[in-house]
């Protein structure tokens, strides 16, 4: 996965998301420190460029910060079905590769947003698992962790291929997706500027609308009717619009490469 660094205009519209003055960006990571310091439950290995990513990706708070870690580090002793077996060659992530394309764009938009793309590739359901597509998820996420700092996220679901059968296992009042919302929402330190649909059944309203109870206020899912729709230009403003559909047209590489990489 080899993730472009922003250009000129881009980094620029970072920058004025960070603590104006170095000296306290520097105080805020002394202070996380010392607050980790007094984690014992916590590991204390983790650098200032890691530090600093979580500070940046809760918009500077300290207090939110400090919730993000905490989360981030009891979920992985607290939900082991996602981060107990993290081998990206076992049988299920490799069988997880030929049945979902899982694309992060290298490119981000023109605001800065990093793009990801899922669609499904094989509609086996014997290969169908969502305890791997989580897996595969969380992996993707700490590697950008450590490798980069975005202004936010876009995620694209496009559905054509998927039937009931596939959408049920989605369904929150599963066990194992009500698990899965608590190990991607509120533990992992990323922004979300939105959730777009492609080729949306009509009945995907009313499966969103099953999410709500579990969504916090503000985040995920829009609630609005034209999530879906299927004029996909639409929903998305322009650059976004552009990124995604350079991807799909493969200016930025076939989905089978990105995918594998």
Not at 37 to 62: G, M, T, V
Not at 193 to 206: E, K, Q, R
Not at 213 to 224: Q, S, T
Request: charged letters at 25%; aromatic letters at 10%; glycine letters at 2%.
């Amino acid at each position: 996965m080899t993730l472009l660094p922003p250009t000129p205009a881009q980094q620029k519209r970072i920058d004025k998301e960070l603590a104006p003055d170095p000296e306290v960006r520097k105080q805020d990571i002394r202070t996380l420190r010392e607050w980790l310091s007094k984690q014992p439950h916590l590991p204390n290995h983790i650098d200032d460029a890691k530090l600093e990513r979580f500070l940046f990706n809760c918009k500077n708070s300290i207090e939110r910060c400090k919730l993000i870690l905490e989360r981030y580090y009891t979920v992985r002793t607290s939900l082991p079905e996602f981060f107990a077996a993290r081998d990206p060659l076992s049988q299920d992530i490799q069988d997880c590769f030929t049945t979902i394309e899982c694309v992060v764009l290298p490119s981000l938009t023109e605001e800065g947003y990093r793009v990801t793309i899922f669609r499904l590739r094989n509609p086996d359901m014997e290969k169908f698992s969502v305890q791997a597509i989580v897996r595969r998820v969380l992996m993707q996420l700490d590697i950008r962790l450590l490798e980069e700092v975005c202004l936010s996220n876009i995620f694209v679901l496009d559905l054509e291929n998927f039937s009931m059968p596939h959408i049920a296992k989605f369904i929150p009042t599963q066990s194992i997706v009500r698990r899965a919302m608590l190990a991607v929402q509120g533990s992992m330190p990323y922004r979300l500027a939105g959730v777009y649909f492609l080729h949306a059944p009509s009945f995907i309203s009313n499966l969103i609308n099953m999410f709500y109870p579990l969504l916090k206020e503000k985040d995920w899912f829009l609630r609005d009717e034209k999530l879906s729709r299927t004029n996909e230009k639409a929903r998305l403003l322009e650059s976004k619009a552009s990124c995604v559909m350079m991807e799909f047209e493969g200016i930025q590489g076939s989905f089978r490469k990105l995918n594998i990489d």
